[in-house]
């Protein structure tokens, strides 16, 4: 149990457009989800606190009109890149907090190119 | 914000050793995981361990939450231990957010 489905895996897309990434809890209901962004040979940093029914909180330092976050539901929330750009390349994770505890998991990441 | 430092940052290490992982933080957390972060990027959860000591397999954890650390047993390594392994912590507001530790890389040799 406790699987977080993260989708695309990995998505290539050109200067100026925008890119969706769906992440879902599959099996558990998730009242929060969590963005995180990791570079090369770093840590995980957080972007984003997503939660259901709500505007969604950001860390200091992320532009929130770049990194639209919606959580439509108890099982799903998306992060938008909007006019992406070469700089925004990275590796971007989700995580859902099952509502019965405080343990969090995590989906396989998305491996973003902005060429 | 709270600090959380992993030390060694770098283990190399021959099939079947045993290594020691450690997690320190500079603040009282509500909740500390474990995790292995394989070569495509999963992150995979070891332990889910605030405090006390749990073990599974060759793997085993404790957590001094009163001393502010906690410490990560790998025993009789295998090369598919290899990755990097990160603590993370969330803060004892009930907001469920999680900071990450600086990671330890570790290789196996076979």
């Known amino acids: 149990g406790a699987v977080v489905s993260q989708h695309p895996s990995w998505v290539i897309c050109k200067s100026g457009t925008s890119v969706k990434i769906e992440c879902r809890s599959l099996d558990f209901q998730a009242t929060t989800m969590f963005w995180y962004r990791q570079f090369p040979k770093q840590s995980l940093m957080l972007m984003a606190t997503s939660n259901e029914g709500s505007k969604a909180t950001y860390e200091q330092g992320v532009e929130k009109d770049k990194f639209l976050i919606n959580h439509a539901s108890l099982t799903l929330s998306t992060l938008t890149v909007t006019s992406a750009h070469p700089e925004d390349s990275s590796f971007y994770i989700c995580?859902?907090?099952?509502?019965?505890?405080?343990?969090?998991?995590f989906g396989q990441g998305t491996r973003l190119t902005v060429v | 914000g709270i600090q959380v430092e992993q030390s060694p940052p770098d283990l190399i290490l021959q099939e079947g050793a045993n290594s020691t992982l450690r997690c320190n933080f500079s603040d009282s957390v509500n909740n500390l995981q474990w995790f292995h972060q394989n070569p495509w990027g999963q992150l995979i959860n070891l332990f889910y361990?605030?405090?006390g000591t749990k073990q599974n397999g060759r793997l085993s954890a404790t957590t001094v939450a009163t001393e502010r650390y906690s410490l990560l047993y790998i025993s009789s390594s295998q090369t598919t231990d290899s990755g990097v392994y990160f603590c993370?912590?969330?803060?004892?507001?009930?907001?469920?957010?999680?900071?990450f530790g600086t990671g330890t890389r570790l290789t196996i040799i076979p």
């Open positions: 993370a912590v969330d803060l004892n507001f009930g907001n469920e957010k999680l900071t």
């Open positions: 361990i605030p405090s």
């Open positions: 995580s859902a907090v099952h509502i019965l505890n405080t343990e969090a998991f």
